[in-house]
């Protein structure tokens, strides 16, 4: 990670800390939460792990994502913290077919959660995108991250633009957490834990020589303090609506480096 690219991704962590979410996200999210007891619960924070890897086959590749991907420490944390629809636009293109693979994978994890009548687990999640994926976990990862925010919050319209009626239905596509009473907001958790997962694979990547263990140690501290660094900027300073998902965030991170060093 260059101190341009920190630079940068600075400038769009106060740039998205200051934009409000679009009027789309705040109805949704008023209007399509359904009562909790009727939802199938993602495995608890303990057993959640296991439950992930069991899915993994032995034959999976997992691509480094700056030497394979050519995706920096940088580039990754400009993602991560501003929308692509906002401007300045990160500088993160995903290599991979974008928009088929999102598609393909939105419409597999649609289709599982019909064909199952329930809401589709995180772990489920993750068999659909490598079958998609063709066994690269990396990529996997990467596409679960990108296509769930585009569902959640349909603010990267330069990766994919969605509908309001498909929006609502993936309210009842993908599992809760459940470990927060405060929230309820399955989309968003969903995709806090896939981005926070590829922020734990990619911050422990790398770290052969002093110049990476020192980005990657920068990364570290990033990600583990995503919540209050949101509650801070976003809630306190610019005065902005939203919550955070604390939990999820360090659950995701914490998985996302314990693959990373599988």
Known sequence: MS????????????YGAKTPYPQLYEELITQCSPPKESRLFNPPPEILLEEIKRVI???????????????????LLQFLVAFTDQRPYPAFIPRLETKGILNDLID???????????????????SL???????????????????????????????????EARMKNWYRCVACFGYDQ?????PGDTYHFWSAVLAGISSQENRENKYELVTGAVCDFIYSHTAPATEFFRHLICHQLGKSHSTIDILGYNIGKALADA
């Open 129 to 163: 995108a490598l079958k998609i994926t063709q066994n690269r976990l990396t990529e996997a990862v990467m596409a679960l991250a990108i296509s769930t925010r585009i569902m959640a919050r349909n603010y990267d319209s330069e990766l994919l633009k969605v509908d």
């Open 57 to 75: 086959p032995p034959e999976s590749l997992r691509l480094n994502l700056k030497r394979d991907l050519g995706i920096s420490k940088g580039s």
């Open 108 to 126: 597999e994890v649609e289709r599982w959660s019909i064909s199952n009548n329930l809401p589709t687990p995180v772990p489920q999640q993750l």
């Open 182 to 186: 405060d929230t309820f907001d399955p």
């Open 3 to 14: 101190v341009a690219e920190a630079t940068v991704a600075l400038r769009l962590a106060f």
